[in-house]
């Protein structure tokens, strides 16, 4: 991202998931580490689902997380098994809605956990 482009983000509000971080929002944090945490989505499509969410707001979606941050990627996906094997049995899908006609409301990069007893035919999501 550009100097100009990060500036502009750090002027802007801050999203709904770093004002649950600062605890501004209530919503139970389910697990965490240096860099991520994951909380249950407000709104639930599957038995679990859970959202596993980098502490910076910097990255809008994955594709940025994936160019400018390819471990912190890599700490969301191993999270996201940890409470996939604490709430369910450790089988999971893992949705990135990506872009606002994908069905993106959020643009602070998150992964949404869908797990126990998922219906198949279902994408969740
Ligand atoms: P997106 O549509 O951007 O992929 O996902 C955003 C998700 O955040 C939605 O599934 C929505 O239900 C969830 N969400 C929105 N606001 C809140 C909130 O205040 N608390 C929690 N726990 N989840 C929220």
Do not use: C, W
Not at 77 to 98: I, K, M, Q, S
């Amino acid at each position: 991202m550009s100097e100009a482009l990060t500036r502009l983000d750090a002027m802007s509000e801050p999203s709904i998931f770093t004002r649950i971080l600062q605890g501004e929002i209530p919503a139970e944090i389910v697990a965490e580490t240096e860099n991520v945490f994951a909380i249950r989505d407000i709104a639930p499509q599957a038995p679990v689902h859970l959202l596993v969410i980098p502490k910076t707001a910097q990255y809008r979606d994955v594709v940025a997380l994936a160019a400018g941050d390819p471990a912190l990627l890599a700490e969301v996906v191993d999270l996201a098994h940890r409470v996939a094997a604490e709430h369910a049995d450790g089988d999971f899908r893992l949705v990135f809605n990506t872009g606002e006609g994908a069905g993106q409301t959020v643009f602070h990069v998150h992964a949404h956990v869908l797990a126990g007893g998922l219906n198949e035919k279902s994408l969740g999501g």
